[in-house]
């Protein structure tokens, strides 16, 4: 029960003073740990190098390829899987009490991470296993950390703060790719390291200061619907990872039978979950804010720039990496670091647009905002598929920049757009339902990415590479060999610092049967990339092309969102019935 007006003093937690200081302290905490989250699903990209050579262990070796795609991947999945379920128990138990807990699981998995005690493979599982405890933390944060705010700040300035907020997960995702390469170039622990002191101290505060002010909704875990959900996107997602690994011959795994049950499994098990959420009483998710058109085509609009955004970080990296950097005159065991200082415009223009969007789409609305973000963001992808192998950086630097621009303006206007479009009883599961959707798209475009990637390399890769290496001496068997391999060792190859022909020719000893100077071409900066570009061009082609398609669909579904409506709580009446009434106009949503 709230003190009356005329009892409340400066110090009071209900005064006027003290809920101001409240929300910048909320905006606080929760910015960081959104940071330190999104942080950690990068950070470990370019660190991959150091980090498998601090644990002894060749990633690209037959049957350890699977490591490196856990490494990666694992992190994603789990947030992917369980943001809603967190987010729902913030809605029952307390949106605070959950996101405290996350912090303290985050950072005890962040210190176990730092102290693996074993070598070669049973390493790379201990770190895989407590990627996954720090990913369920992370999930724990991210899931409650929107609705946190939404409940602190006025209806004014929402747009602001949820807009800071998104600003930061994004961008520690990009600054991770800068962090990894300084962190591991001094020691592989320290990309786990830096999350200690951090996450300690954010822990501590959390508890000490935050609070629920929001609406408790109770109830009961939906354990049928947790479980189908969790087990059904866990499936679809594992696919996915491994469709990207050779099998029985072919570049890629899509033709295993595997992979094809795992996505008609999880499909299955997605459409029996949207089943039990119309029936049960207490679902995990609430289908009917779907009756909302900015809810609805809002998450629509996020998942297609999700997919559009992780898998593009991916092909700028091996592209920087294993070709551009190299030409111009960057060892390949530097190019992690460099790759990352060199994107830094993307994550300036990412950080300059974020918040200005934000505290406009308070203003003027979300729909105008984020539909030009969105069609920004497709003609960025344009220009760079228009760009020569052999680019000019500055020309980059200005469309990565427009990338990270594009990415701004739309991420703010759409998640303040769908928080406000939710009543207040339902922002924890809403959060964890936009998150599902951003960190969905994150995994997905991984395999979407790669896999167009490899399969445009795929045609004309092994002709060109087996053409390439028997110019320069190589016998006819073992360049067809080499040739014949699937190209994704080469992309990890290159990812991983490594030079990528002097690993493809390691294991057949042709480079000791060959003249000095036919090794120092065959091993030098210049050949790999040259004998790659015409190849990697036709996949950046298709990537980039598919990128703008998903960044147009993205703008057709942000404008679709409508003026915005926020669905009503069910009423006495209606609650049997879902209370699928739609009322009062939000200004974030409008347009």
């Known amino acids: 029960m709230t003190d009356p007006p005329e009892t409340r003093t400066p110090h009071s937690p209900h005064s006027p003073a003290a809920a101001d200081r409240y929300k910048w302290t909320a905006l606080t905490n929760t910015t960081a740990a959104v940071f330190m989250s999104a942080l950690d699903g990068s950070i470990v990209l370019i660190a ?49 009490r959950i996101y405290n807990s996350g912090f303290a699981v985050f950072t005890f998995a962040s210190i176990l991470l730092s102290f693996d005690p074993f070598d070669g493979g049973h390493a790379a599982m201990w770190l895989i296993a407590w990627r996954v405890v720090q990913a369920v933390g992370g999930s724990m944060l991210t899931a409650n950390s929107a609705a946190i705010l939404t409940d602190a700040f006025p209806e004014e300035q929402r747009g602001f703060a949820l807009g800071i907020n998104q600003v930061a997960g994004l961008a520690g995702m990009f600054i991770g790719l800068v962090a990894g390469g300084l962190l591991s170039a001094w020691d592989w622990r320290a990309v786990f390291w830096v999350n200690v002191p951090v996450g300690v101290f954010f822990t501590l505060w959390a508890y000490r200061t935050l609070r629920d002010t929001g609406h408790r909704g109770g109830g009961r875990i939906d354990w049928w619907g947790n479980i189908t959900f969790a087990v059904g996107l866990s499936a679809v997602l594992i696919a996915v990872t491994f469709g990207l690994q050779p099998y029985d011959g072919h570049t890629m795994g899509w033709t295993n039978p595997l992979v094809d049950v795992l996505i008609a499994g999880g499909l299955l098990l997605l459409a029996a979950f949207v089943a039990i959420e119309n029936r049960v009483s207490a679902p995990m998710i609430q289908l009917r804010l779907f009756r909302s058109r900015a809810f609805t085509f809002g998450n629509l609009a996020g998942l297609a720039i999700s997919v559009g955004r992780g898998g593009m970080q991916f092909v700028l990296i091996i592209w920087l990496q294993g070709i551009w950097l190299p030409l111009h005159g960057y060892d390949y065991a530097d190019t992690p670091l460099w790759a990352g200082i060199f994107m830094l415009p993307l994550t300036a223009g990412f950080l300059a647009a974020g918040p200005v969007s934000g505290h406009l789409s308070d203003r003027l609305g979300s729909r105008g905002l984020a539909t030009g973000g969105a069609v920004l963001f497709g003609a960025s992808f344009l220009g760079l598929m228009l760009l020569p192998i052999d680019f000019g950086y500055w020309i980059f630097a200005v469309l990565i920049a427009l990338n990270g621009i594009a990415s701004g303006m739309f991420a703010s206007p759409n998640s303040s ?32 990415f790669f896999s167009l990637m490899i399969a445009g390399l795929a045609g004309s890769l092994p002709h060109t590479l087996t053409t390439g290496l028997q110019h320069q001496g190589v016998s006819a068997h073992v360049a067809a060999q080499v040739g014949s391999l699937p190209p994704v060792s080469s992309l990890f190859a290159a990812q991983l610092g490594v030079n990528p022909i002097q690993h493809l020719l390691r294991p057949s000893g042709a480079l000791a049967h060959l003249t000095t100077a036919q090794q120092q071409a065959l091993t030098g900066r210049e050949f790999f990339p040259h004998l790659i570009s015409g190849p990697f061009h036709s996949g950046l082609v298709i990537v980039f092309a598919f990128g703008a398609t998903l960044a147009f669909l993205a703008a057709i579904a942000s404008l679709l969102r409508g003026t915005g409506t926020t669905v009503k709580p069910p009423g006495p009446r209606t609650a049997a019935a879902t209370g699928d009434a739609l009322a009062r106009p939000d200004r974030h949503t409008g347009g």
């Open 417 to 448: 757009s769908i928080m406000g479009s939710v009543p207040a009883h339902l922002r924890g599961v809403a959060s964890g339902m936009r998150a599902t959707f951003q960190n969905s798209g994150n995994a997905v475009s991984i395999g979407v």
């Open 48 to 96: 991959l190098p150091a980090v498998f050579r601090g644990i002894h262990l060749d990633p690209l070796a037959p049957g350890n390829i699977a490591y490196l795609l856990w490494m990666i991947m694992g992190y994603r999945l789990v947030q992917a899987v369980l943001v809603v379920t967190v987010g729902r128990l913030g809605d029952m138990y307390g949106r605070v």
